[in-house]
């Protein structure tokens, strides 16, 4: 298996990925409820227009369209049969940019969860969730992908079902989970939880961290927390923040943060221990640019304070920082059950 990823750190200490997908193609017309992947078949230019968007400001990774590529996903809009055709056509277009780009730019296959539970808390089976990985995972490698990211997920059962489906392609994978509840994801599960698979998977990813959540001063605490329950240095953590908090403005929901904002995150991200740095809901190729200049320009300092980070970029839960403090009385109940504790699923979508 060839490391894209750890290659190209060689050439730089730290990697930008891209900003959101949803909040720039709604910008170009899709409607709410729509499939974006239908788009990479029925829309191709459009599709071309956002990856080369962020790759002109930037972008050293991008990600495909194709987060809600898994059959699951397709069968609410009646496509479950088009997995391979819109996955490959997602890949396929945002190779075709890459190659054409005036540096290097890696194409990293999105794959998203499937928005069922996994047995003992739903009905989705391990190995139906493989298949249905595997299935997307293969289009996208056939389409020109040189890793695949999975991301926004919210379970280790889910995880490690979308790894063992990755791996049937023989490319890297990158995965990130959304920590949004207390410091936790939905389903409990902590930074130091997927640390500990990352170190200990069957079919270990080449990179974790987080993406989504409620905002970037969460996202670079769980960066933080990952860098404590890890002494190793070669971890390779992914920061992907939403571009602030949502707001609904004139009937439609804006992101609050500015490019400044997100420039700040970057600066705190790195400190923090972040290698690859992009940004997720909101963020648009104006913040990319921000990012880029801060990332080019920076020059890592001191981990960063709880008190730092709140000052910086703003409120941090409770449970995110007892995880900091290592005071693991004060999570004891906050989600019950553990990392297996249900939560209520809501399927939502990169950006």
């Given at each position: 298996?060839?490391?894209?990823?750890?290659e190209l750190l060689k050439t730089r200490p730290y990697l930008l990925a891209d900003g959101a997908t949803g909040t720039n193609l709604f910008a170009m017309g899709l409607q709410t409820g729509d499939s974006p992947e239908l788009w990479n078949v029925d829309h191709p230019d459009r599709i071309a227009a956002?990856?080369?968007s962020f790759i002109e400001a930037g972008s050293d990774i991008v990600l495909t369209n194709t987060f809600g590529g898994t059959s699951f996903r397709l069968k609410l809009h009646d496509a479950q049969d088009r997995v391979t055709e819109l996955n490959h056509a997602g890949a396929k277009v945002a190779r075709e940019c890459a190659d054409a780009a005036d540096h290097t730019v890696l194409v990293a296959g999105s794959m998203g969860p499937t928005g069922e539970l996994m047995e003992p808390m739903g009905a989705l089976t391990k190995e139906s969730a493989v298949a249905a990985f595997a299935e997307q995972a293969q289009a996208l490698a056939d389409g020109g992908a040189d890793l695949l990211w999975i991301e926004t997920m919210s379970s280790i059962e889910e995880v490690e079902a979308a790894l063992e489906g990755a791996a049937t392609t023989g490319l890297p994978a990158v995965t990130t989970i959304s920590f949004d509840i207390n410091g936790r994801s939905m389903m409990g599960v902590t930074p130091a939880d997927l640390v500990n698979l990352y170190e200990n998977s069957e079919h270990p990813p080449?990179?974790?961290?987080s993406n989504c959540g409620v905002g970037a001063s969460e996202l670079v605490v769980a960066i933080l927390n990952m860098g404590n329950a890890s002494d190793k240095e070669e971890n390779i953590y992914v920061a992907k923040a939403n571009c602030?908090?949502?707001?609904?403005?004139?009937?439609?929901?804006?992101?609050?943060g500015t490019p400044e904002i997100m420039a700040e995150y970057v600066r705190m991200a790195i400190d923090s221990g972040a290698k690859i740095i992009g940004g997720c809901c909101g963020t648009t190729p104006e913040h990319i640019r921000a990012m880029r200049e801060a990332l080019d320009n920076h020059i890592k300092g001191d981990k960063p304070t709880i008190e730092e980070v709140e000052t910086r970029l703003g409120e941090v839960s409770t449970g995110a920082k007892a995880q900091n403090r290592g005071d693991m009385s004060v999570l004891d109940g906050a989600v019950s059950g553990g990392n297996g504790a249900p939560r209520k699923?809501?399927?939502?979508r990169r950006g």
């Open positions: 298996m060839s490391d894209c990823l750890r956002n990856y080369n080449v990179a974790c961290g602030g908090i949502p707001e609904y403005v004139e009937g439609k929901i804006h992101y609050n699923e809501r399927r939502r």
